[in-house]
């Protein structure tokens, strides 16, 4: 059962553009983190969400958590090639242990010069 | 630091071969995962260990055992290898609450 649905799958969009990038579950988690994994490397922390309703900002990219905690956006303002790589949302769920982390199943960006 | 390590870095195997992956950490972590990437699949999780000489089943545990004898070490063995098993294996590790995941390079293993 996949609990965490990202959206698109797939994006490519020239540099300079907007993208946003979804993650939707129908279980309520008690906190969500966003990962970017570069080819050939681990995913690495971009940032953590706990609060419903919490936006974050790291430079360009905006990351709000929805306000019934199931669900998540990541929003990249004026994207560069450097942004290319793989976003994943992983979620721990809410009440018993947390001890896994959920993983999405990725959103692959790539930023054409 | 080195954070979290991962031997070998990639690895051929024949059907019904064994190995085993090594996870090394130096950040004192509690929780340590394994985790297969396959393509279209995202990240899956094996087995996961919330302690020294703990273990605990995930998502897609069949084939694979695990161990962790030391608080900065998880194993992954393999005892008869599948093609199926062909995969890219990250390590991660982490400590209680919403605390970053530190991932491993990965294993790149090709299962013939």
């Known amino acids: 059962t996949q609990l965490l649905e990202q959206s698109p799958q797939f994006l490519s969009i020239q540099e300079g553009e907007n993208l946003t990038v979804y993650c939707n579950s129908s279980?309520?988690?008690?906190?969500l983190q966003w990962y970017r994994q570069e080819p050939g490397e681990g995913p690495v922390l971009l940032v953590t969400?706990?609060?419903?309703?919490e936006v974050k900002k790291l430079k360009r990219l905006t990351f709000q958590f929805g306000d019934a905690r199931k669900d998540s956006s990541l929003h990249i303002t004026a994207a560069q090639p450097g942004d290319t790589g793989l976003y994943l949302c992983?979620?721990?769920?809410?009440?018993?242990?947390?001890?896994?982390?959920?993983f999405g199943k990725g959103t692959l960006l790539t930023v054409n010069p | 630091n080195a954070g979290v390590t991962q031997t070998p870095k990639f690895r051929v195997l024949k059907t019904g071969q064994s190995m085993t992956l090594l996870c090394a950490q130096d950040?004192?972590?509690?929780?340590m995962y394994w985790y297969r990437q396959d393509p279209g699949m995202g990240l899956r999780l094996i087995h996961y260990?919330?302690?020294?000489?703990?273990?605990a089943k995930g998502e897609v545990p069949d084939g694979y055992n695990v161990s962790r004898l030391k608080k900065q070490n998880f194993l992954l063995g393999l005892e008869s290898a599948a093609p199926s098993q062909t995969s890219v294996y990250f390590c991660?590790?982490?400590?209680?609450?919403?605390?970053?995941?530190?991932f491993g390079p990965g294993t790149r293993l090709l299962v013939l």
């Open positions: 991660a590790s982490r400590d209680p609450g919403p605390e970053t995941q530190y």
């Open positions: 992983a979620g721990a769920r809410s009440g018993g242990s947390n001890y896994k982390l959920t």
């Open positions: 260990s919330v302690g020294e000489g703990t273990t």
């Open positions: 279980s309520v988690f008690s906190s």
């Open positions: 950040m004192n972590h509690e929780y």
């Open positions: 969400v706990v609060t419903g309703g």
